[in-house]
C-alpha cells in the first residue's frame, strides 16, 4: 500500500494520470492507463492486453503475473503504469475488468508519443540578395523532434509559398537510429523582385505533429537587396539577317536574360507600334510595307525603360532584291539616267570622229588633183618629136 500511494504522489506531480480512449503522451514521462471498473481493492479480477512496438503480438499482463518492471505495471487499484513512455510503447493499450458481483467492464486505449524539440535556427545565412537572380537566404534546422513536424519559411511576417519560381524549398528529414527522434532541413531559395524590398526580413518556424500547439520561431534576419544595372536589351531576328521573301515569317525576340516579366514594347522605323506587350514579335506574310528597323523597350521598374540596338527587316524576291530601301531605289534611277548618257555622249563622240576622217580624205584628194596635172603636161612636152627641127634644118640649106 505505501508504494501503491508513492506512485500516486509521483503521479499527481506530473500530472499524466489520464482516462481519454485517445492518449497523447510526451517521451521519458510516466504515464498511467485506468482499468474502469476495477475494484479499487485486491484481490482484483482483471487483465492488461497491450500491442506496441515492444511486443510481436498482444502481451497480457495481470496483478498477479511477474512485473515488466521497466516498461508497465499493474498497480494494485487495477491501473497500468508506463513508468518512462517511449517511442516504442505507441500502440493499442486494452483493460477487461470483472467486479465482485461478475460484471465485466472494458477499456481502450490509443497511444501515441511526442517530443517537442528546441527552437529552430536559420545556419549560413546569406548577407545579401541580388534582385532578379536566385539566392539562397539560408538552411533552418529543427533537431530532436518527434513526430517529424514540419518547417515553414515567412518574409516580413508573411508565410512563403513555394512556387518553383521565385521562391523554392529543398527539405530533408533524418531520422537518429538509436533515439528515433527526427531532424529537420530547409533551405530557402528566392528570387528578389526589381524594386522591391530593399531590406527583406526571413524567419523558420517548426509546427509540431502532436500534441496542437504554437509554432516556434527562429530569429529573424534582414538582409540588403543588392538591384545591378540591368543587362543590354537585345533583338534577335529570324531568319538570321532578316531577310525574308514576301509572303515569308520573321520573328523578332527581345532577350532581357535576368527579367523576364517586365513590359517589353515595339518601335518600327522610330515608331511605337500599338500592340499588347510581348517580348515576341511575329510578322506573318510580309510585304514591302513590314521593311524597316524594328527596336523593343524593356521597361524595368526601378531603371526606367530600355531600348535594344534596332535590327533591320529587308523584303527580298525570290532571284534577288525587289525593293530595296528609297535611297536604293533613287541610285538606281540615277545609275540608269547616268548610263543613258553616257551612251548618248560616246555615239556623238563616234559620229564626229567619223565625219573628220571623212572631211580630211576630201582636202586630200583635192590637194593631189592640181599636182597630177602638172606632172601629165610635162610627160606631153617631153614626149613631142623632133620632125620639126628637121625640117627647119634643110629648108636652111641649097
Known sequence: MAAAGAWVLVLSLWGAAVGNRNITARIGKPLVLNCRGAPKKPPQQLEWKLNTGRTEAWKVLSPQGGPWDSVARVLPNGSLLLPAVGIQDEGTFRCRATSRNGKETRSAYQVRVYQIPGKPEIVDPASELMAGVPNKVGTCVSEGGYPAGTLNWHSDGKPL??????????????????TGLFTLQSEL??????GGALHPTFSCSFSPGLPPRRALHTAPIQLRVWEPVPPEVQVMVQPEGGKVVPGG????????????????HWIKDGMPLHLPPSPVLLLHEVQREDQGTYSCVATHPSHGPQESPA????????EGPIAGSVEGQELGTVALVLGILGGLGLAVLLTGAIMWRRQRRRRREKRKAPENQEEEEERA???????????ESGAAGP
Request: proline share 10%; charged share 25%.
Open 189 to 194: 531559395m528566392v528570387t528578389p523582385a526589381w
Open 249 to 264: 515569317t520573321v520573328t523578332l525576340t527581345c532577350e532581357t536574360p535576368t527579367q523576364s516579366s517586365l513590359q517589353i
Open 161 to 178: 509559398i513555394p512556387d518553383g519560381k521565385g521562391v523554392s524549398v529543398q527539405e530533408e528529414t533524418r531520422r537518429h537510429p538509436e
Open 381 to 391: 612636152e617631153l614626149n613631142q618629136p623632133e620632125e620639126p627641127e628637121a625640117a
Open 311 to 318: 535590327v533591320r527587316v529587308v523584303i527580298e524576291a525570290e
